[in-house]
């Protein structure tokens, strides 16, 4: 039996939780289909299908997933170009990718992602959000204002009150009813685009099924499939640290390729994990299980084609103070105090940095993880460069000299290695001991292969002692083959 259905105050948290992310998608969901150049209703029946879907077969219990602004950006071209039809096609096909890149395992690279580049990625991500709701506020006259200040004030007030019922919801439906009742004109939901009237149906893209086709949306469904899984899994590793639990990976690469699949299905644009509305659901409202995922589309549903009257009415200011209170949330405080920043090393910092910069520059977080993680690992490998060392031994009548290896020898530390052996003056006999190494790759059995020639070209005996099994089994299969300068 699952959680929520033993505890009363779980199903409350749960069902409230959805509510309150359902109300926050809207807004978003018809911001991000202007972007892709698809009517409105195209974005919210997304949202809705991708929140259902994932709710039960991704595998992050508690993750909202809808149509984003990642994969709007990279889809807008497509459709501006040659129409939905093949928008839709290209998520059809970006979906059955993601399947695959699951099946073969591309959630494990996530272990790769480095924590700073993980900060860099949340605080880019706060920052983009608050930006993201400044054209809102942009020429507003003094209600917007005010409207905003009390959504503020109602959601630091109102946990302090009571906790039963989510601060969002409270603001969101309070300020609703005041504005509509005392007849304060401020933009709203509905100024934003018109609603869905009817439930999305099944229907397959309409496009011509040729090579011409497929060469035309490839490029997009591949940057659809990577820019989604990489934010999706992103999303899923900071829920995953802010609850303390473990989520599965590729189940949840699998999830997000179904519900590409079944949201191009009903002719919808795609999506992927949101963080914004993921935060709202799982640190504001305190949401931990699939119920309140599900709610969030269902509630979706609900609210634009049965409601949607209702919603239109919601005032814009009322949601930006949520989005705002999700920003300070979500933004690592801790990672921008100057005591951190001092005890910090500078290269954690710069990947930090790069990220947040690459992120704020490109409007795409995927590129920011990528440029972040690139320069994380090359300061990691000039850092392991440096810590290879060589110290030599000679014995009393001057005959035999030992040299002995310490450190990790892969491509960028083997380099220095050649340079460490006096070839000229060594007696005829010389010993490398690798005890206290290990070799990982071919550069550095090229590197030992270029000391055995030069010892060789002066009649200096070499001989290697002390390599471990894998080193060995490596050094027996390459040494010889592979080129190197002598």
Known sequence: MPAWARSPATLRTEVLAGLVVALALVPEAISFSLVAGVDPRVGLISSFVMGVVTSVVGGR????????????????????????GHLVAAILLAGVLQIALGLLGAARLMRFVPRSVMTGFVNALAISIFAAQLPNLRGADWRVWAVLAAGLALL??????????????????????????AGVAVPTVGDEGALPRTLPTLGLPDVPLTLDTLRTIAPYSVGVALVGLMESLMTATLVDEITDTRSSKTR???????????????????????????????????ARTRLSTFLAGAFLLVLVVGLGDVVARIPMAALVAVMFLVCHGAFDWHSVRPSTLRAMPRSETAVMLLTVAIVLLTHNLAYGVLGGTLLACVLFARRVAHLVTVTSELDA???????????????????DLVTQFDYATDPPRVTVDFSDAHVWDASSVAALDAVQRKYAARG???RTVGMNAPTAALHGRLAGRVAAEG
């Open 61 to 84: 219990p508690a993750m909202i997933s809808a149509a984003t602004g990642a994969v709007a950006l990279v889809v807008a071209p497509l459709s501006h170009a040659h129409g939905v």
């Open 156 to 181: 630091v007030l109102v946990p302090r009150v009571v906790r039963s019922v989510p601060a969002p919801l409270v603001a969101v439906v309070a300020l609703t009813a005041f504005t509509v009742l």
């Open 252 to 286: 949840e690469s699998l999830g997000q390729g179904t519900a590409q699949i079944a949201t191009a299905l009903f002719g919808g644009m795609g999506g992927c994990a949101v963080i914004g509305q993921t935060m709202i659901n799982v640190k504001v409202s305190g």
């Open 397 to 415: 009548d001057g005959t035999h000299r030992t040299y002995r290896v310490h450190g990790q020898l892969f491509f960028a530390s083997s380099g």
């Open 460 to 462: 200096t005996e070499v």
